[in-house]
């Protein structure tokens, strides 16, 4: 059973346009999600999180959205750059994040110059 | 500050073997979490260390064990290995549970592959 859900294993997208990675998760008990980027031969990387209290955090170029009554969150890159291309991975946690983080199977996201 | 490290970073081993990997947590980091990443799929979480108890584990065997030690640091253990726990290892790192940042620091992995 999954609880955490990226639909979409890949995305393509031209530099200087929007990315917007989608996901979806179905535990009511979630209390924060967050979002890491993983490169190849490395550890997956924090970006942003947001508290389920909240609907929008942004940072910089990156913005999460969050919508409870859809249990559905999405990650806006703006303006996407080709160092963006990346494995990323939703996860999402309970109980103000001390517990275990669980993982989407992650979208690989690829920026074309 | 330096960041999550772990040991090996590659290991290979016969079926039926037993393997440790290690971590050493962020500075100032007291809780610890392993999680197993198979090909093709996310992390999957395996149990987390706080101030050296075992706080939460996830749905896999008890050949799973694990410490964590006084300063942190962190070993995972694997007994009688199978085919299907070839993966890549991730040891994270957080500040603790009486924080409300989510955030767990990753470090770059261990890639164990059985035979």
């Known amino acids: 059973d999954q609880q955490v859900k990226q639909n979409s294993p890949s995305l393509s997208v031209q530099e200087g346009r929007i990315s917007i990675l989608n996901c979806d998760y179905t535990n009511s008990m979630f209390d924060y999600f967050l979002w890491y980027k993983k490169y190849p031969a490395e550890g997956p990387t924090f970006l942003i999180s947001i508290s389920s209290i909240k609907d929008k955090n942004e940072d910089g170029r990156f913005t999460v959205f969050l919508n409870k009554s859809a249990k559905h969150l999405s990650l806006h890159i703006v303006p996407s750059q080709p160092g963006d291309s990346a494995v990323y991975f939703c996860?999402?946690?309970?109980?103000?994040?001390?517990?275990?983080?669980?993982f989407g199977k992650g979208t690989k996201l690829t920026v074309n110059p | 500050e330096t960041g999550v490290t772990q040991s090996p970073t590659h290991l290979i081993k016969t079926r039926g073997q037993q393997v440790t990997l290690r971590c050493s947590s962020q500075s100032g980091h007291n809780t610890v979490s392993w999680y197993q990443q198979a090909l093709g799929q996310g992390p999957q979480f395996i149990f987390q260390?706080?101030?050296?108890?075992?706080?939460g584990r996830g749905n896999f065997p008890p050949r799973f064990s694990g410490l964590q030690f006084p300063n942190y640091s962190s070993e995972l253990n694997v007994n009688a290995l199978e085919l299907d726990d070839s993966a890549l290892y991730l040891c994270?790192?957080?500040?603790?549970?009486?924080?409300?940042?989510?955030?767990?620091?990753f470090g770059p992995g261990t890639r164990l592959t059985v035979t």
């Open positions: 994270a790192s957080s500040a603790g549970l009486a924080v409300t940042s989510p955030q767990q620091y």
């Open positions: 260390y706080y101030r050296e108890e075992e706080n």
């Open positions: 996860a999402a946690t309970g109980r103000g994040g001390s517990e275990k983080l669980v």
